[in-house]
């Protein structure tokens, strides 16, 4: 059960990512109605977490806002037409730059399930950075594939993509889950 919270603590921080992937649809008027949804839901759904300033939180409202802004305000066409990429890229950066600046996104949310204790402890926060590592990597290839969508190299189907970046965060999703479930049973153990 406890694995299923944090797991649903850290699919509520991607919500507003999954929702916008699922509404952005073909049209600019789907684009608009998903920034803005986006946008809504990182206010909404993430209040608590930019409260206590979780890194990735905060990079999450400030993309949406910035394609309110780009997309629904300026009618930025460049942007509307490059969206898969801008995001894969600012959540893939987002990631890299919790790694860099010392705070790995997934130790923010790790620590609302770890007793305090075990905070500092050095194995605690290398399995965080792995974590986000994985994660880094995981939206570093969704957006190299963006990339290569835009090039001769790689000619799929819209909605090849479409499960692609959905296999992407599945994929990261189920490596969270089994990583935490296997340290909190070593946690365990070793307690017992």
Not at 66 to 83: D, E, G, H, Q, T
């Amino acid at each position: 059960m406890r694995d299923l919270k944090g797991l649903g603590v850290l699919l509520l921080g991607f919500f507003p990512w999954i929702l916008f992937l699922g509404l952005s649809g073909k049209t600019l008027a789907s684009l608009e109605r998903a920034t803005v949804t986006g946008l809504a839901a990182s206010l909404l759904l993430g209040l608590r977490e930019l409260k206590r300033g979780y890194i990735l939180q905060w990079g999450t409202l400030i993309f949406f806002a910035a394609c309110v802004v780009s997309v629904n305000l300026l009618k930025i066409i460049w942007v509307a037409r490059n969206m898969d990429l801008l995001a894969n890229g600012a959540l893939a950066l987002t990631m890299w730059v919790t790694v860099i600046a010392g705070m790995p996104f997934a130790l923010q949310y790790a620590r609302n399930d770890v007793p305090k204790d075990y905070w500092q402890n050095p194995a605690f926060i290398r399995g965080c950075y792995q974590i986000t590592i994985v994660w880094a990597g995981l939206m570093t290839l969704a957006t190299a594939v963006s990339v290569l969508r835009r090039t001769p190299l790689l000619h799929l189907p819209d909605s090849a993509y479409f499960v692609i970046s959905v296999c992407i965060i599945v994929a990261g999703l189920a490596y969270t889950t089994m990583f935490r479930r296997r340290k909190r049973l070593q946690r365990e153990r070793a307690a017992a």
